[in-house]
């Protein structure tokens, strides 16, 4: 059906929604009342439905009218809203793209410093754990999980991905543990906070447990909670639900100052990691690289000489 209407129809008819009248309306979109009235009319028709109910110059919209003045509204002012980043302003935008844990529980808060410090510069943040989005080349910079190397992008190093199992200070008191020295096999017991893996690389508690129990069988488990995001896991140790494996660079700020503390001592570095992307055909601009620079120097130079265990 869209394809048959001209599009300034919906155009016409939001206007007219919002003055409730023709005349005022048309004054708008620089257009005559009659060119309105024919332009309304028309939608009507292919529709096959009435918009307006008309008492003289008096206008009130039919239930059907209301229906799709929502709709036509809500879809303009999306459209305003995707727009608004090729609006000429003095303020430089830079787009940058990250991963929902990365976003959460790294990014978020070193953009908002990045902001304050640099008040002429708007930070736009893509936020999706889809590896096309955050690889696209809209993106100024992307923060990627990867193994080191990337086609479309050059890649710095931002931390390692090195895992553990962490857990809420109450938890470990509640449970009676000696949190340093709780083994493999006795974590395996404890109510364990996993989270699903939609990426094959993603490393989970079954594969944490293949790795840390070296040569010998992996011990039995069952995860007490399974979230559908990491941070979902993350939030629930936080909140003493259990022990979720923790990625020690991303959670590094609730392990300093003691939201979160490591249970037992066994730690896994899984050759992938965070890194921060630049375009490889394409300049960056100054503003881009002034936050390439500022996050660059948030480098974890201690995890990433961390051996594997």
């Known amino acids: 059906m869209l394809e048959r209407i001209p599009l300034e129809a919906f155009r016409v008819f939001d206007a007219a929604c919002r003055h409730m009248n023709f005349s005022r309306a048309g004054r708008e979109l620089a257009i005559t009342q009659a060119a309105v009235s024919r332009r309304i009319k028309t939608l009507e028709d292919h529709l096959g439905a009435s918009l307006f109910t008309r008492r003289g110059k008096n206008l009130a919209l039919t239930a059907a009218g209301e229906r799709l003045f929502r709709r036509v509204r809500a879809s303009l002012d999306y459209l305003e809203e995707s727009l608004e980043p090729f609006r000429a302003t003095g303020t430089q935008t830079v787009a940058i793209a990250a991963s929902g844990a ?13 902001g304050k410090a640099h008040p002429g510069i708007s930070l ?7 590896p096309a989005d955050l690889a696209a080349e809209s993106n100024d910079l992307v923060i990627l999980y990867a193994a080191g190397e990337h086609p479309r992008w050059n890649l710095a190093p931002l931390m390692p991905e090195v895992l553990m199992p962490v857990a809420a200070p109450d938890y ?12 493999v096999d006795d974590i395996a017991g404890l109510d364990l906070i996993d989270y699903d893996r939609f990426n094959a690389h ?33 939030d629930a140790a936080l909140k003493g639900d259990g022990v979720a494996l923790g990625s020690l660079g991303l959670i590094e700020e609730y392990l300093a100052d003691g939201r979160l503390v490591p249970v037992g001592n066994r730690r896994l570095s899984t050759g992938y990691g965070y890194y921060l992307g630049t375009p490889r055909h394409r300049i960056l601009g100054n503003e881009a690289a002034r936050l390439h620079e500022a996050l660059s120097g948030e480098r974890n130079a201690a995890l990433w000489s961390e051996p594997e265990s």
């Open 172 to 183: 470990v008191a509640a449970k009676g543990l000696d949190a340093p020295t709780v083994g």
């Open 202 to 234: 993603w490393v989970s508690f079954r594969q944490w447990f293949a790795q840390v129990a070296s040569e010998r069988r992996p011990p039995r488990f069952a995860p007490r909670y399974t979230f559908s995001t990491y941070v979902m896991a993350i």
């Open 102 to 114: 990365v976003s959460h529980l790294w990014l978020g808060r070193r953009l908002r410093e990045f």
């Open 124 to 130: 736009r943040l893509l936020t999706s754990d889809a």
